[in-house]
């Protein structure tokens, strides 16, 4: 049985930072791409950013370039984003996916069978 286990998350002013991480259970599973998602009250699932698995390849949300990092540390099955230059924009659940399938369209949440439970991130102004 494949689980994605988040941690990290929390209140924390504008301008501030946080680290979300993610790790993957079940033994046969090996995932390529790993992704963020993020939902605010009220509005649908947003991408946010993903990373395939050699790590090489990175891909980010336009509204958080610049100021999030996405990695992966494939031994530890682990998965983190690290948000820096916090915006009160950037408040809502955040979400890890994951696939083991190969090169899937990283954007969607229809590529991704495997969800983390969510964390709240709230950013105060």
């Known amino acids: 049985q494949v689980q994605l286990v988040q941690s990290g998350g929390g209140l924390v002013q504008a301008g501030g930072s946080l680290r979300l991480s993610c790790t993957a259970s079940?033994?046969?599973?090996?995932?390529?791409?790993m992704a963020w998602f993020r939902q605010a009250p009220g509005k649908d699932r947003q991408f946010v950013a993903a990373?395939?698995?050699?790590?090489?390849?990175?891909y980010y949300a336009d509204s958080v370039k610049g100021r999030f990092t996405i990695s992966r540390d494939n031994a530890k099955k682990t998965l983190y984003l690290q948000m820096e230059s916090l915006k009160p924009e950037d408040t809502a659940i955040y979400l890890c996916?994951?696939?083991?399938?190969?090169?899937?369209?990283?954007?969607?949440?229809?590529?991704?069978?495997?969800w983390g439970q969510g964390t709240q991130v709230t950013v105060s102004s």
């Open positions: 996916a994951g696939e083991a399938h190969g090169r899937v369209d990283y954007w969607s949440t229809s590529s991704f069978p495997y």
């Open positions: 079940g033994h046969t599973f090996s995932p390529y791409t």
């Open positions: 990373i395939r698995w050699s790590g090489l390849y990175t």
